[in-house]
């Protein structure tokens, strides 16, 4: 089936500096991977639409210049989380439909810990 | 009132019990109807999927859709330890539309 690889599974980092979390589709192409956020014991909130070779289209109230997502390859979609504070530390998972797979496959996750 | 209610929990259950998972949604464009097993700190992971009301079985799982009463439940028979997670329901209008999901259910299951 679909796999979707993500990178790092978590990352602890300094208040002001940036950090890049990778996504990959093994064994699939993916025009549209998608990042969540997710917060302890609640849902995943959609935080952009990632799309291959264009802008990523943001969900309202996401900062665009703080979550920069870029999808230079049809199997490589990144979000880096710019100038990070205590505040952006949460459960970042992407998503990609695609490979013959009903539904979306999601990513493993990525903790980020701002301290 | 949110798009899909579901209860947080957590659920606790005896070992071989039967579970009942359950979802409201408001909005009657919802066609595909989906459950996913979220285990701690890992990211979700495709349980059953659906389109429009009626059941799917898939070994211990049951997936149902009522429309008409715009609730779905998943049933998960001879519960096992293994099977503790937070279950997500999501739903879309289309195959191709993102899904909106459910808080997720937290459930225990002890030996």
């Known amino acids: 089936g679909a796999v979707v690889s993500q990178h790092p599974s978590w990352v602890i980092c300094k208040s002001g500096t940036s950090v890049k979390i990778e996504c990959r589709s093994l064994d699939f192409q993916a025009t549209t991977m998608f990042w969540y956020r997710q917060f302890p014991k609640q849902s995943l909130m959609l935080m952009a639409t990632?799309?291959?070779?264009?802008?990523?289209?943001?969900e309202q109230g996401v900062e665009k210049d703080k979550f920069l997502i870029n999808h230079a390859s049809l199997t490589l979609s990144t979000l880096t989380v710019t100038s990070a504070h205590p505040e952006d530390s949460s459960f970042y998972i992407c998503s990609a439909r695609g490979g013959g797979q009903t539904g979306y496959t999601f990513g493993s996750g990525t903790r980020l810990t701002v301290v | 009132q949110k798009e899909v209610e579901q209860d947080p929990g957590p659920l606790s259950v005896p070992e071989g019990a039967i579970v009942s998972l359950n979802c409201t949604y408001s909005n009657s464009a919802f066609q595909y109807f989906m459950w996913y097993r979220q285990y701690s700190r890992k990211g979700p992971e495709l349980l059953m999927y659906?389109?429009?009301?009626g059941n799917k079985e898939d070994g211990r799982f049951t997936a149902q859709v009522d429309k008409s009463s715009k609730y779905i439940s998943l049933f998960i028979r001879d519960s096992q330890p293994s099977d503790s997670a937070t279950y997500l329901c999501a739903m879309s209008a289309g195959g191709s539309y993102i899904p909106t999901f459910g808080r997720g259910t937290s459930l225990i299951v002890h030996p």
């Open positions: 990632s799309n291959e070779g264009s802008k990523a289209t943001y």
């Open positions: 659906t389109y429009s009301s």
